[in-house]
């Protein structure tokens, strides 16, 4: 196997007043005896997305998509569709007066933004529902 290397050959002499042309040689080096080189298929590497199936109520750890750093998320709680529909439906029993804010306090059923902590981008959102 013969892997062909291209160099940038630069001019060392200074005390001459013409101009420097550097020139591009290509050398063929065999690699040392007794060395094994493997292929790497590109193909087979795969890159799970992150995804909200992948994530859930709880910070995980994953790479980044915006800085490719490895990160464990910072989790946000919003009040989600979910919590929209209890409150509702308690406000339809009768419950209008302060008992239809109980669904926006379980964080059972809070939509969960992961956030990076590095460059604060959001990665991605579980819903509950």
């Keep these: 196997m013969i892997i062909e290397y291209c160099l940038l050959a630069e001019a060392t002499e200074k005390s001459d007043s013409r101009p420097s042309n550097d020139r591009a040689a290509v050398y063929s080096v065999s690699p040392p005896e007794g060395v094994l080189y493997t292929a790497l298929n590109v193909d087979s590497i795969q890159i799970n997305p992150i995804t909200a199936s992948t994530l859930g109520e709880k910070p995980v750890q994953c790479i980044c998509t915006k800085c490719h750093?490895?990160?464990?998320?910072?989790?946000?709680?919003?009040?989600?569709?979910?919590?929209?529909?209890?409150?509702?439906?308690?406000?339809?029993?009768?419950?209008?007066?302060?008992?239809?804010?109980?669904?926006?306090?379980?964080?059972?059923?809070?939509?969960?933004?992961?956030?990076?902590?590095?460059?604060?981008?959001?990665?991605?959102?579980?819903?509950?529902?």
């Design 69 to 129: 750093s490895l990160i464990t998320t910072r989790v946000q709680q919003t009040p989600g569709l979910l919590a929209w529909i209890f409150c509702i439906i308690f406000i339809l029993f009768g419950c209008w007066l302060g008992c239809c804010l109980i669904p926006f306090c379980i964080s059972d059923i809070q939509n969960n933004q992961h956030y990076c902590p590095n460059c604060k981008a959001l990665l991605a959102e579980y819903r509950p529902l």
